[in-house]
């Protein structure tokens, strides 16, 4: 499926390399924290190929596992807040 996104985006002259490199790179946010950003995002909008993704480069680049664990809490508590709200259209009258 990948390889298909990325023959499409090749197609349009997207370099998804070039972009994710510079988005990646020690900046303002250091690379370990753009990783466990980018393993809660994955996990908050229920992408497994994303998430997967995700947790093997940062195990590969050695990110404790504590902190992979609370990056999924946080995205999990956001998710849970997000839903949360359905229980007020419990009270609503028909």
């Known amino acids: 499926m990948t390889e298909k996104i990325f023959e499409i985006l090749e197609d349009k002259d997207v370099d998804f390399d070039k972009v994710r490199k510079q988005i990646m790179k020690d900046s303002a946010i250091n690379p370990e924290t753009k990783r466990l950003i980018a393993i809660a995002c994955a996990a908050s909008i229920n992408c497994d190929f994303c998430v997967d993704h995700h947790l093997e480069l940062a195990r590969a680049e050695e990110i404790s596992e504590d902190k992979i664990i609370e990056a999924l809490l946080v995205a999990s508590l956001v998710g849970f807040g997000s ?12």
């Open 83 to 94: 839903r949360a709200k359905n229980l007020a259209k419990m009270k609503e009258k028909p």
